[in-house]
Nanobody
Framework: QVQLVESGGGLVQPGGSLRLSCAAS????????IGWFRQAPGKGREGVSC????????YYADSVKGRFTISRDNAKNTVYLQMNSLKPEDTAVYYC???????????????WGQGTQVTVSS
């Protein structure tokens, strides 16, 4: 059974940093694209950053480009999202997701974790 578990969220001051982790199980991790998405109250789900099977392609939303970095460690079945220079508008529930079909790096995700809360506030 496909399972994705996010961790690393919390409360951080503006300008601070967090590292989110997405631990995967139940499938061949290296066969999957993994994405990070977020949803703030009253807003739709936004693709934040996504990565292809073996780091050959990445996507970053314009709002996080230059501040966030996605990486994957296939040996550990884990994807990370390093978030630096955090802003209040980054506050959201962050989800990781997986897909097995090709296509656009940050489109068409099928399997989702339950999310981890990130709050950026002074």
């Amino acid at each position: 059974q496909v399972q994705l578990v996010e961790s690393g969220g919390g409360l951080v001051q503006p300008g601070g940093s967090l590292r989110l982790s997405c631990a995967a199980s139940g499938f061949t991790f290296s066969s999957a694209y993994i994405g990070w998405f977020r949803q703030a109250p009253g807003k739709g789900r936004e693709g934040v950053s996504c990565i292809s099977r073996r780091d050959d392609n990445t996507y970053y939303a314009d709002s996080v480009k230059g501040r966030f970095t996605i990486s994957r460690d296939n040996a550990k079945n884990t994807v990370y999202l390093q978030m630096n220079s955090l802003k209040p508008e980054d506050t959201a529930v962050y989800y990781c997701a997986a897909k097995f079909l090709g296509g656009s790096t940050c489109r068409g995700y099928d399997y989702w974790g339950q999310g981890t809360q990130v709050t950026v506030s002074s």
